[in-house]
């Protein structure tokens, strides 16, 4: 069963510090990995999308991994704003279907 | 939100009550999707779209209807045969239907509460 997992459900930390969030994923034939950024209320934004070829890119001050041999991936939050906060999703897309498979999210909370 | 318009923001209906949320993208979008989202649960799909005049079932179809009679507009309709309708509903369009590498975009969303 295609499935992504994310960790932690939740994460508190303060202004200007790092944070680094998990994503686990069991998807065949797997064909690329995104993370979305979803403030309250709203519609989620793409952040970054990889393939099976690239292991890291970039967005500002965000910076996802992907590690295809072990299924996992991370986003990584350098310096984090108050407007960091927000749910990040994890979005993994199969090779053989237009649907996608979606994480529970990471609730990141950035208090000044 | 890119340019996906969802219509209304908050919604409230009667239970045995049909209901119809808006979906617009100036994209030129071939694909569209809906969306639900539950909290602590990731966002299921209910109809989708890879063209105009037809559309396939997501993996929550039961209790609602779609129809795709623009390239512009996705439609959805809760209807009373739907349990549980009470949830955040997100449409999303993408440049081509099929898998591909294609960001989907979503638009900002509608709540509905039944009451």
């Known amino acids: 069963k295609n499935q992504v997992e994310q960790s932690p459900q939740s994460l508190i930390i303060l202004e200007g510090k790092n944070c680094t969030l998990q994503c686990n994923y069991t998807v065949s034939p797997f064909s690329n990995l995104r993370w979305y950024k979803q403030d309250t209320g709203r519609g989620p934004v793409s952040l970054t999308i990889m393939t099976f070829s690239e292991n890291t890119k970039s967005n500002g001050r965000y910076t996802a991994t992907l590690d295809a041999d072990t299924k996992q991936s991370s986003l990584h939050i350098t310096a984090s704003q108050l407007s960091d906060s927000a749910s990040y999703i994890c979005?993994?897309?199969?090779?053989?279907?237009?649907?996608?498979?979606f994480g529970t999210g990471t609730r990141l909370q950035v208090f000044p | 939100d890119g340019g996906i318009t969802q219509s209304p923001k908050y919604l409230f209906r009667k239970e045995g009550q049909n209901v119809t949320l808006s979906c617009e993208q100036n994209?030129?979008?071939?694909?569209m999707y809906w969306y639900r989202q539950d909290p602590g649960q990731g966002l299921r799909l209910i109809y989708y779209?890879?063209?105009?005049?037809?559309?396939q079932k997501g993996d929550i179809a039961e209790g609602y209807s779609v129809s795709r009679e623009k390239k512009e507009s996705f439609p959805l309709t809760v209807t009373s045969a739907q349990k549980n309708p009470t949830a955040f509903y997100l449409c999303a369009s993408k440049l081509a239907g099929g898998p591909s590498t294609d960001t989907q975009y979503f638009g900002p969303g509608t709540r509905l509460t039944v009451l």
């Open positions: 979005v993994v897309s199969a090779g053989n279907t237009d649907k996608l498979i």
């Open positions: 994209l030129n979008h071939d694909a």
């Open positions: 779209s890879q063209i105009v005049n037809d559309f």
